[in-house]
């Protein structure tokens, strides 16, 4: 496999981005991939949440401005194999400044070429923040593939066709012809709601192939984790929230061989929980958008493209 650049991404706030982010990172980096963080959020959330002080000095700030190579800002963690670029305040401001640059929406997929061609990484996990601006439009332009988290919980569908309709203008607009989502995961899923049940089966009825058949719990050491700074590999491995990012670690590398493809038939499974009887896995490369939407605010008008 070639270095794989994922962005992880849905302009909804507090959807699990962040913590799908990180706990993918280590549970990859734990089964032996080396793996590189990188991020993209001013809040600095996915730093935080590894233990790592901001203001350090390291962001990808100063690459973006092509001041300084992105690979110098890359620090080891705690953990074998994974590797950080911090997400700092910094940040904020490129929004403003790399949007004055003339190739600004490429920027990010221009700077990190050098890793491309170096591959010093199996996966490269991109922390998107939650705003339609210039650093995630940028993640998308520079990602070869998008995973979307999403909560479950009601008008989750709306944001996921606002997000396809995305994907689309970036393709339109050349910035990356070839982008594709390679999938999305359902969040904060509790078994025992109705809701939750009703939005997997409702994203599952319009993205059948994309869904990914391990959802992630609602568990609250998963919210407390990052106040620790720790991964749940570090604050509960044993617990329900670790076995889910490890069973989703697992299902992401399939689908990266392009191993497994659930259906619809194989329901959604949460680890720690019964799992469906028997899931058929039809195999096949990940699938291009099946969808397209109207509703998903046109990029010009945010002043993106000119
Ligand atoms: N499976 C889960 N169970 C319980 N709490 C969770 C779970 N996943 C995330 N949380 C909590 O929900 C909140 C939002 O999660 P997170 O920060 O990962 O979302 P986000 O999409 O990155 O948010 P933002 O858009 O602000 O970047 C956090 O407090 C987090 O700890
Ligand atoms: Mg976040």
Known sequence: MHMKIIAIANQKGGVGKTTTAVNLSACLAALGWRVLLLDLDPQGNA????????????????????????????????????????????????????ARLDNHLVRLREIIQPLRDDAPFDFVLMDCPPSLGILMTNSLAAADELLVPIQCEYLALEGLSQIVGVVEQIREVEANPDLRIGGIVMTMFEARKNLSQQVVSEVRTHFDLLTYQTAIPRTVRLAEAPSFGKTILEYENSGPGAKAYRALAEEFIRRQRGEAVPTAEAGVSVPGEEPDPDPSFPTGGGARIPVPTRDAPPLRHRGFLR
Do not use: M
């Not at 890359?74 to 953990?79: I, K, N, Y």
């Open 47 to 98: 730093t935080s949440s590894l233990g790592v002080e901001r203001g350090e000095g390291l962001s990808l700030y100063r690459a973006l401005l092509g001041e300084v190579p992105v690979a110098d800002q890359v620090l080891p963690t705690r953990l074998d194999n994974l590797f950080l670029i911090p997400g700092d305040l910094d940040l904020a401001g490129a929004e403003v400044e790399v």
